[in-house]
């Protein structure tokens, strides 16, 4: 033994988690030896990356396994690596304290689940699965060494809140996790982890296509009629005649992305998925694929059912993991995968690249760019091949999971603009409980019609109430219902869909009176309706040719014009944008991300037929010094800010002139 023993506590949120991992999240006990396991082979993997990218690690890989041994009289059972190990410090950060900022969301997502499937799902996405030894464990011995290094370190602890650590001479380089088993109870699920049965079966179901052996002695045949050699060492009295016992490799060891799409079960792919991913649904779409050519690799990539915790956050990992020729070489390859797809888990195995290969190198690599766009184009079309299939609640659960992400690559990815689109799926007017794709508003599109009609807001209810939306829903124009935050950046960027380009009914001149006679006149009845509807406006604008320039004088602090609307039927006013301006959601959401923007007049938009606003008009002519129209004109603006959802300028003296009002006209 080295150094003396140190004891140190857990961190807060550590010790929760510890109880509720060995009390209440994992349902099915075996999982424990799955999670122990592929730590042990992600630490194989770790040491023959570093053993061919550090040339002055002296270490042997020539032979990289994981060993389960199991001893009966003691009740332990040891998963044993010889992979790259951990130094005192990084035990005290990744097991003292999880190392997760997102440690306390993740306690709270926990709680917050509704069944334990779901907090399964959440552990397993947080990477914490270590923990699961408990529940089968009342003490976890680990000992360590890290290639490179000289010293062994000792962890032990009974998960009830402290956990010692001291240093350790003479341990091999690799990591033992030995756990002193609790009695067998099989009310509680626990099963009898020392038998061998046991183990091959949870190894087996779990672990088989682990790259490197997973290995355990045989058990002896008690029954078996001893050799001649056995009898001639007995009677010599050879009491050293016992020989190590044999090891048996309990995993297949197959790559499956090597082995031909029909040799593959949907449960060894299901299995597959859960092994590279952490997660405990299956996936909801497989992708198998293979290239050969110029440049030769064969992809293996799964859509998951669900998002991860972490789908939008700054520290999210993303990419699939490059093999070459089945060497592992990194995970996480972001130069594989753009960031807009960073929900796709899975393995690409090159034939031609080099085992040196940096992530600098692959960022620019001319054939990892052409791999990277074929993957694209496979993940796109199976999503396209849901969206086309029977089952129209499939994919609106997969859209629902991925679509704010998926639109994310409407900035980013020039090149699928066009695919990105046709998976779009959107609330609209059409139906209340039914999205609808791009594809099928424009079939549904009335005559003539040439741009398609959408609002951006926080929520349904928001934009269905919206004064914008009168005169559209009067006219049985569908509108798109826009609530995601992203929305309202991409409709600006993107410049059409199917040849029609996308217009905010809350931006811009909307006439759709004139839009409707424009469509009769195509079947030549609709020149004495568009004179008219023209002569019509014409009268209006004479009538109120004074009110609008004063109001607009009134409230020039907060608009840069006050004129007529026509997309008004039964609200007074609203509020909109010119054609290129930034919406107020934007503005807020720059705002937020700490980018001081420089505030945008917008535009106030009377309806002419609305009582008070031809009440206001009269006694404007009456007399245009009165200062009651001041306020009253100060409250239908606020009135229109109120009602698409904003923020009034000064709540208080809102609030004064209304109670002011109210009280004159009682």
């Not at 650590?165 to 509680?188: C, F, N, R, W």
């Amino acid at each position: 033994m080295g150094s003396s023993t140190e004891t140190l506590e857990f961190q807060a949120e550590t010790r929760q988690l510890l109880q509720l991992v060995i009390h209440s999240i994992y349902s099915n006990k075996d999982i424990f030896l799955r999670e122990l396991i592929s730590n042990a082979s992600d630490a194989l993997d770790k040491l023959r990356l570093e053993s061919l990218t550090d040339s002055t690690l002296d270490v042997d890989t020539a032979d990289l396994h994981i060993t389960l041994d199991v001893d009966k009289d003691a009740r332990t059972l040891t998963v044993r690596d010889n992979g790259i190990g951990m130094s005192r410090d990084e035990i005290v950060e990744l097991i003292g304290t999880i190392a997760k900022s997102g440690t306390a969301r993740l306690l709270e997502k926990i709680k917050d689940a509704k069944d334990a499937a779901a907090a399964q799902s959440l552990i397993g996405q947080f990477g914490v699965g270590f923990y699961s030894a408990f529940m089968v464990a009342d003490k976890v011995t680990l000992r360590t060494r890290r290639a490179g290094t000289a010293e062994g370190t000792q962890w032990e602890s009974d998960g009830e809140g402290t956990y010692t650590i001291q240093a350790v001479d003479d341990l091999p380089v690799g990591t033992s996790v030995t756990l002193h088993l609790k009695p067998v109870d099989s009310e509680d699920g626990l099963a009898d982890y020392l038998a061998s049965w046991k183990i091959r079966q949870i190894v087996k179901q779990y672990s088989d296509f682990i790259r490197w052996p997973i290995r355990m002695a045989a058990e002896p045949n008690t029954d078996a009629a001893p050799t001649a050699e056995a009898e001639a060492e007995a009677e010599a009295g050879d009491t050293n005649a016992e020989t190590a016992p044999h090891m048996d490799t309990l995993n297949s060891m197959k790559a499956l992305w090597a082995r031909q799409r029909s040799e593959v079960s949907e449960s060894e792919y299901n299995e597959f998925y859960k092994q590279i991913s952490h997660d405990w649904l299956d996936p909801a779409e497989t992708i198998h694929m293979r290239a050969e050519g110029t440049f030769e690799y064969e992809a293996l990539l799964f859509i998951p059912s669900q998002a991860p915790f972490d789908l939008f956050s700054r520290e999210t990992k993303r990419g699939v993991q490059l093999y070459v020729k089945r060497v592992f070489i990194m995970d996480d390859c972001e130069a594989l995968m753009p960031n807009y797809l960073r929900f796709v888990k899975g393995v690409v195995d090159a034939h031609d690249l080099s085992l040196n290969i940096s992530r600098e190198i692959l960022q620019h690599d001319r054939q990892i760019q052409g791999v990277r766009r074929r993957l694209v184009k496979k993940v796109l079309g199976a999503l396209k091949s849901v969206q086309a299939g029977d089952d129209a609640e499939r994919y609106a659960k997969l859209w629902g999971q991925f679509g704010r992400v998926l639109k994310e690559g409407l900035l980013e990815d020039a090149d699928n603009t066009e695919a990105l689109l046709a998976l779009v799926s959107a609330e609209s007017t059409h139906d209340a409980e039914k999205t609808t794709s791009l594809r099928e508003y424009v079939e549904r599109m009335k005559e003539g019609q040439d741009a398609i009609y959408y609002l951006t807001g926080e929520t349904r209810a928001t934009v269905e109430n919206s004064p914008h939306m009168e005169a559209f829903a009067a006219k049985g124009y569908e509108v798109l219902i826009l609530t995601d935050p992203i929305d309202e950046v991409w409709v600006e960027q993107v410049p059409g869909f199917d040849g029609h380009r996308f217009q905010s009914i809350a931006k811009g001149q909307v006439d759709l009176d004139l839009d409707e006679n424009a469509d009769a006149d195509t079947d030549g009845a609709g020149d004495s309706d568009g004179q008219e509807a023209a002569s019509a406006k014409a009268k209006r604008e004479k009538d109120f040719a004074a009110l609008l320039p004063w109001m607009t004088t009134t409230l020039s602090e907060h608009v840069k014009q006050v004129r007529l609307s026509s997309r008004l039927t039964t609200s007074a006013a609203c509020i909109v944008g010119d054609a290129h301006d930034m919406t107020p959601t934007l503005e807020k959401m720059y705002r937020a991300m700490g980018q001081q923007m420089p505030p945008v007049k917008r535009i106030l938009e009377l309806n002419p037929a609305h009582p008070l606003v031809t009440a206001l008009r009269t006694a404007h002519e009456a007399n245009a010094e009165d200062p009651a129209l001041t306020e009253i004109t100060e409250l239908v603006y606020g009135s229109a800010l109120l009602a698409e959802g904003g923020d009034l300028p000064d709540p208080a003296r809102f609030t004064r002139l209304l109670t002011s009002r109210l009280t004159h006209t009682l």
